[in-house]
């Protein structure tokens, strides 16, 4: 096997580790790692939560002695300064490592290239860019917030191959398939926040929570869009027993008035935690909503409906993917509820364009996933 070949391969399950610590590191990236000696993995590791280990260490730590003289794999450039942890490049040279591959430079600008130069300093051959391209969609929102200060947001859409997600009557179960529901499980599992709107909460009641047969699983914050604190006390997404929060955003309280106080303070009553965001045209401004949730060090949002909170996501050029489930049925129905309304778009000019990266099948469901492209 040549070279290039071993470094695929254990750069591969590498990338499979570091996926097991999405949704769970926030503010820190995702990150797995290997160390191998004569073509034999003897360590490994991923980070599991910020201010724990990271996943250098973690595997360092398992390897001992025995990394002397080793090659070891990181999915994403060793860190060379102090955070909550020192820097994983000291225990790196501490270690005797002899050769370090990993996938691509940091997304934070303080620790971007450092590495490469530090570990060479000390005699210690470095490799980059192997299998940059999948490291780089593995820690998406990592680097987005780190750049922006912004959350990734998804929206996730399931509908007809018309293109409907409910009916006139607002009855969508189950519009997809077994497999394609406990797909978004994994979602919600692998995200920091879970976003819907009042709406979707009125008409479905949905728990938003993880449900997986994996026992590590774990709830994303659930944050549910209400401008005039319209949301149920007696909602389950306030209600379910969970360690993660449900944040409602509704509108500062001058806009509604002392009725719209009067919600909150049930609201709040029942256990939930109210964020304060400016309005805007008659609603939450969404902007300022992601950068609130943003400065909490969530990095990835999940957003499952409505269709007017999808709209209006799309609107603000502030959606990153798009991940749409079509089921093999038509309702063939032009009252039925589309997947996404309120755009101002006049003309075919005027749609938002998307980039496809994949289409899969999900049991009996096609899933589309895409990217939204930048205006000209």
């Keep these: ?64 002695q025995r990394a002397a003289g080793a090659e070891l794999y990181v999915t994403l450039e060793p860190c060379s300064t102090y955070g909550q942890t020192p820097p994983c490049t000291d225990a790196i040279i501490a270690a005797e490592i002899s050769r370090v591959v990993y996938t691509c430079q940091d997304c934070d600008p303080s620790n971007a290239g450092c590495a490469e130069q530090i570990l060479s300093a000390a005699g210690i051959e470095t490799v980059t860019g192997v299998l940059e391209q999948e490291a780089r ?14 959350p990734f947001v998804t929206v996730k859409l399931a509908g007809t191959l018309d293109g409907k997600i409910a009916t006139r009557d607002g009855d969508a179960r189950w519009i997809t398939g077994k497999e394609a529901r406990e ?29 997986t047969d994996r026992p590590e699983s774990r709830d994303a914050v659930r944050v549910v869009v209400d401008t005039h604190a319209q949301t149920p006390p007696t909602a389950q997404v306030i209600h379910v027993e969970s360690d993660a929060p449900c944040l409602i955003a509704v ?20 256990g939930a935690e109210i964020i304060y965001v400016p309005e805007k045209e008659g609603r939450v401004d969404l902007s300022e909503l992601m950068c609130q949730l ?50 101002k778009a006049e003309s075919i000019c005027d749609a938002r364009s998307v980039r496809v990266h994949r289409v899969e099948q999900i049991g009996a469901d096609i899933l589309v996933t895409a990217y939204l492209c930048s205006p000209d």
Aim: aromatic share 4%.
């Design 1 to 64: 096997m040549t070279t290039a070949a071993r470094d695929l391969k254990y750069m591969k399950r590498a990338l499979a580790l570091a996926e097991r610590g999405l949704g769970r590191t926030s503010p820190n990236p995702a990150v797995g790692a290997l160390v191998v000696v004569n073509d034999e993995v003897i360590a490994e590791g991923f980070h599991r939560a910020a201010g724990e280990p990271h996943a250098e260490i973690v595997a360092l730590g398992e390897a001992g």
């Design 137 to 150: 969609r593995l820690n998406e929102a990592f680097c987005k917030h780190k750049n922006t200060g912004y």
């Design 183 to 211: 797909f978004v499980h994994i979602l919600r599992d692998r995200s920091d926040a879970v976003m819907v709107g009042r709406g979707t909460v009125a008409a479905d009641d949905p728990a938003l929570t993880t449900r």
């Design 251 to 270: 509108a500062e309280p001058e806009v509604g008035g002392d009725e719209a106080q009067k919600r909150v303070a049930k609201l709040e009553q029942a």
């Design 294 to 343: 943003g400065s909490r060090d969530i990095m990835s949002v999940l957003v499952e409906g409505g269709s007017r909170l999808v709209g209006g996501l799309l609107e603000e050029g502030l959606v990153d993917k798009l991940l749409f489930f079509y089921a093999p049925k038509i309702l063939g129905d032009d009252q039925a509820l589309s997947a996404i309304s309120g755009m």
